[in-house]
């Protein structure tokens, strides 16, 4: 197995078979065997009920589903635990990422240089007051705090070679400082551009 995406998911039912179409058109074509976790987190709105039937036609899915919802850094590490690829992904459900970007941060990843990706949102999509300049406060402090800068470290779009995600015990909400810990587990971090 090449590549694991783990995909954690909550309330997602309108955005899943659109995204794994994408997912699809993105990694169908290229020389990769992959698979798609998807992390069901307690949902309500019949997400589980839509992978489940996604599932039964597409080999490459893979499917956890949670009791109920334990939030997205309990998701990611039981798709971290699950994950078989060389290379794991991660990616939000809800299409904020684009699947189509995988393919570089694969080729990122390959320089050999480095052992974490992380989508950098050049062209950030989201709210100015409410959003861009609250994340920009906060991110320098962190940066400065940690010594770990990157011009973007919110974005889930992320590739870690294996034994990066191996070395992870996430907890709580620790999946907002994912960049910091594999900074401190001594493992090498790379930004492109999505
Ligand atoms: N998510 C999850 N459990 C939660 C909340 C969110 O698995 O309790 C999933 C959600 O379906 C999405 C991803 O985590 O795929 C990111 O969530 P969200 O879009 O709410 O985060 P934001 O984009 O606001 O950072
Ligand atoms: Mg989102």
Redesign the pocket.
Known sequence: MDLSLV??????VENLSALMDEITSALDGQDLAYEAIF?D?GSSDGSYELLESLREQNDHIALIRFRR?Y??TA?FAAGFDYAHGKYVVTM???R?NDPADVPKLVARIELGDCDVVNGWRENRQDPYVMRKVPSKIANGLIATTTGVHLHDR?C?LRLFRHEVVEELNLDGEMHRFIPELCSFNGFKLAEVPV
């Open positions: 995909i954690p998911v909550y309330n997602e992390i987190d919802n939030g997205q998701a939000d459900a809800d904020q919110g889930s």
